[in-house]
């Protein structure tokens, strides 16, 4: 179908991280961090993004030690290569939709501390790393 109507806070009720729409040029998501505190791993991608903020506070970390608090309706832009770590700050979930160019099979995450690709890591380990495990380089 060309066109869907979505209800996304229906969809964060469901409490996960779900692609909504992915082509050859364009790709969406919703993500969920149900628990304050929930956050994934510093971190960039190889294309530009956007992320819209529809419930809880969001606070993205980068770097330097700099940060900026989303509140919902919030939008923030982010240039592909451009290093951050998304985290829960509110009291309850954080509900969030972003969408990138290109098809998501074509992403890269690239970790901070390690600068490769964590996609082409055993699965067990790239899981722990994205969700804001202590990165431990295997072999």
Known sequence: MPIEVMDMIKMACEGKRKVI????KFHAWVH???????????HCHNADQTF????????????????AVMKPGMVATITGGSFYQLENTGTGPMVLMGNRSGPAEAIQH????????????PR?????????GNVRISG
């Open 52 to 67: 819209y903020l529809i419930d809880g506070e969001c606070t993205l970390h980068f770097p330097d030690g700099g940060k």
């Open 124 to 132: 067990e380990e790239m899981e722990k790393i994205r969700h804001g």
């Open 32 to 42: 969920v961090y149900a628990n304050p505190g929930d956050k994934d791993d510093m």
């Open 21 to 24: 729409f992915n082509t050859k």
């Open 110 to 121: 690239i970790n901070y501390e390690l600068r490769k690709d964590i996609k082409t890591l």
